[in-house]
T-cell receptor
Framework: KAGVTQTPRYLIKTRGQQVTLSCSPI?????VSWYQQTPGQGLQFLFE???????NKGNFPGRFSGRQFSNSRSEMNVSTLELGDSALYLC??????????????????FGEGSRLTVL | AQTVTQSQPEMSVQEAETVTLSCTYD???????LFWYKQPPSRQMILVIR??????QNATENRFSVNFQKAAKSFSLKISDSQLGDTAMYFC????????????FGTGTRLTVIP
C-alpha cells in the first residue's frame, strides 16, 4: 500500500511569490491535514480537509489556503511568500476526520514533507 | 488552549537499555487523546503509541509503553531494549476528542541510541 506522497520535496522561492504544494493520501483515506514545522515554532496545525470540506483551520493568516479534490488529493497554497514561511510542510492522511472521534482518531500517516525555502 | 511540554530537549541511551521520555500537558478538556510520534532523520513522522484519556490502562506497543497520569497531566514514554533504529526526534502530542485531526505537539526530544 503506497504511503502519503508529497510533491515537490524541495523548492526555493523568493519573497512575494506564491507556492502550491501537493499531497496524495493513502488510498481509502479521506482526511488530509497539513502541518508547518519550523525550528522556532515547532509543529503547527494549518488545516484539515475531509470529503473536500475544510474541517478546521489553525492560526495562520489568510495567505495560507488549501483545497481537496474528489479523489482526496489535497493542495495547499501560500501566496505573497515571506521569509518566515520557510519551513517543512507536512501532510498527513487519516481514514476519518478527527471530528468523528472514536477509533483511529488522531492516527495520522505523514508524508516526507515539502521543504520550502524563501529567499 | 492546549499546551504540551517536553522538558528534555535531548537524551541518550545505551543500546539494549531502557529510557523514559517525559511529557506534560495542560488542558481543560476531560476527553482527549495523547500520542507519541517519532521522526527519524529521514523525517517521516511515524505514530508510536496512542492513549485515550478515558482509558485508565496504559497503552503498550511491543517495546514501547506509556505511563499516563491523568490527574497529573503527565504522559511519559518508556522504550525498553533500545535499538539503534530508535534514534529519532520524539514528539508528544495532544488532540481533543473530536478535534479535527488537530494535534498539538510538544517541542520534541532528540533521542540518540549509543551502540
Amino acid at each position: 500500500k503506497a504511503g502519503v506522497t508529497q510533491t515537490p520535496r524541495y523548492l526555493i522561492k523568493t519573497r512575494g511569490q506564491q507556492v502550491t504544494l501537493s499531497c496524495s493520501p493513502i488510498s481509502g483515506h479521506r482526511s488530509v491535514s497539513w502541518y508547518q514545522q519550523t525550528p522556532g515554532q515547532g509543529l503547527q496545525f494549518l488545516f484539515e480537509y475531509f470529503s473536500e470540506t475544510q474541517r478546521n483551520k489553525g492560526n495562520f493568516p489568510g495567505r495560507f489556503s488549501g483545497r481537496q479534490f474528489s479523489n482526496s488529493r489535497s493542495e495547499m497554497n501560500v501566496s505573497t511568500l515571506e521569509l518566515g514561511d520557510s519551513a517543512l510542510y507536512l501532510c498527513a492522511s487519516s481514514r476519518n476526520s478527527g471530528l468523528a472521534g472514536g477509533p483511529g482518531s488522531g492516527e495520522l500517516f505523514f508524508g516526507e514533507g515539502s521543504r520550502l525555502t524563501v529567499l | 488552549a492546549q499546551t504540551v511540554t517536553q522538558s528534555q530537549p535531548e537524551m541518550s541511551v545505551q543500546e539494549a537499555e531502557t529510557v523514559t521520555l517525559s511529557c506534560t500537558y495542560d488542558t481543560s478538556e476531560n476527553n482527549y487523546y495523547l500520542f507519541w510520534y517519532k521522526q527519524p532523520p529521514s523525517r517521516q513522522m511515524i505514530l508510536v503509541i496512542r492513549q485515550e484519556a478515558y482509558k485508565q490502562q496504559n497503552a503498550t506497543e511491543n517495546r514501547f509503553s506509556v505511563n499516563f497520569q491523568k490527574a497529573a497531566k503527565s504522559f511519559s514514554l518508556k522504550i525498553s531494549d533500545s535499538q539503534l533504529g530508535d534514534t529519532a526526534m520524539y514528539f508528544c502530542a495532544f488532540m481533543k476528542h473530536a478535534g479535527a485531526n488537530n494535534l498539538f505537539f510538544g517541542t520534541g526530544t532528540r533521542l540518540t541510541v549509543i551502540p
